[in-house]
């Protein structure tokens, strides 16, 4: 996860006023509905909901609208193949409505949208974290159904 967080890093360090004050929003959505959330070395918002740790993050390149995405980890079976893992995602984003990006070793999922205000995010949270779950659970089921062509 630290390489993907690594382009971003200095991007984050860079908010304007306007950004800083969306990211701060968020943030304390987040603390009032009981998270724990905290800013990580690259700006990004974490915190944990129902064991999976998730980050937010807000683009340094727009203003209103700003881009924000949401993310959390989607771990890998044990003994995982990367190309069953690569027809999961591939067949999941034709459809779905976050995204799975898939790495060698790791996968996250992703939603991404563009605010106005940070009170459109509160309207859409907690569904955006069920249907994060859901992508999940579907991407592990993807993936044990996966029939890969040979070569």
Not at 21 to 38: H, M, W
Request: glycine share 4%.
């Amino acid at each position: 996860m630290a390489a993907l967080a690594m382009p971003r890093a200095a991007a984050q360090k860079t908010l304007t006023a306007e950004q800083t004050a969306l990211r701060t929003e968020l943030f304390d959505f987040l603390k009032c509905e009981g998270y724990l959330p905290e800013i990580d070395e690259d700006g990004d918002i974490a915190f944990k909901a129902e064991g999976n740790k998730h980050w937010i993050t807000v683009s340094d390149v727009d203003s209103s609208p700003f881009y924000v995405t949401i993310m959390r980890g989607a771990p890998y079976i044990e003994n995982y193949d990367y190309n069953r893992v690569l027809h999961a995602a591939d067949e999941l984003n034709l459809y779905k409505t976050c995204k799975v990006e898939a790495y060698d070793g790791f996968a996250i999922i992703t939603s991404s949208m563009y605010l106005r205000h940070a009170s459109a995010f509160q309207d859409v949270f907690h569904k955006l974290l069920e249907v994060m779950d859901d992508l999940y659970d579907d991407f592990i089921q993807e993936y044990e159904n996966a029939t890969l062509c040979r070569q």
